[in-house]
């Protein structure tokens, strides 16, 4: 990215993403934003035109089914990018952050993780106010989240979200530092449905083998893989995850390296 620097973030990658269009953006610690196309560098500014890429450290991005480029960061909010013209070639930058007087502002400006579910809603996952969900249907655009609309949300913990994914049957799995979250949106009244709750308990060897879920993998034959920070790697077992998991965890002693997973 950078050559002959001293400063070491310039080259610490923190975001990395490959779109529609076959660009790759890069996102460093030294919050700065590298766009390139067949091994060619996109200078930054022919993308946003109009507004300036802002100094931000972008830790995750997703480009959801209409071309708009989310990017949330460490601190600094939420961003969208809106494609301005059908190459999707110029984009326009809108930034969403954490407002005390407006409660239906996003709940956290630490964003780890973006996720759009088969019926195109984007989801957010903050490291500090949970889970949230984007509106952005009418005029302005909406969060919902504990505070307001999503409000089964167990707030008592779980604020802090690591990542999202979806199983087979579109469920969402939410990992945090607390624990595994499982959540329905496909279902009817989905905003005011329940949460469940999975986590490591002392002496059951089919719990999660620890509670801090750094990332969550779903492979070819729709088997979900959990990350964890001390627990090693966790397969989920269970034809209903809403009704029931158990786990199967392996360690250091199975062979891995380490039990801490990323």
Known sequence: ???NTFIKTDNDVRGIYSDSKG?????????????SY???EIAIDRLFPKTSFPSAGVYVMLEDRKGNIWMGTKGDGLFKAVPVNDERNKYEIKQFVADANNPESISHNSVYSLLEDRNGRIWVGTFGGGLNLVDDAGS?????????????????????????????NGKLWIGTTDGLLLFDPGAKDFLSGGFVKYGKIPGDKESLGDNDIQFIYRDS???????????GLNKAIGKDAMRSLRFVNYTKKDGLPSDYLL
């Open 140 to 168: 302005g655009v909406k969060f919902y989240h504990y505070k307001n609309r999503l409000s089964t949300y167990p707030s008592n913990g779980f604020n802090r979200v690591r990542h999202l994914a979806t199983d087979a």
């Open 221 to 231: 034959r729709n088997i979900i893989w959990l990350l964890t920070s001390s627990g």
């Open 38 to 40: 067949d091994g060619k």
């Open 1 to 3: 990215l950078v050559s």
């Open 23 to 35: 660009r790759l953006w890069v996102a460093t610690k030294g919050k700065k934003m590298y766009v």
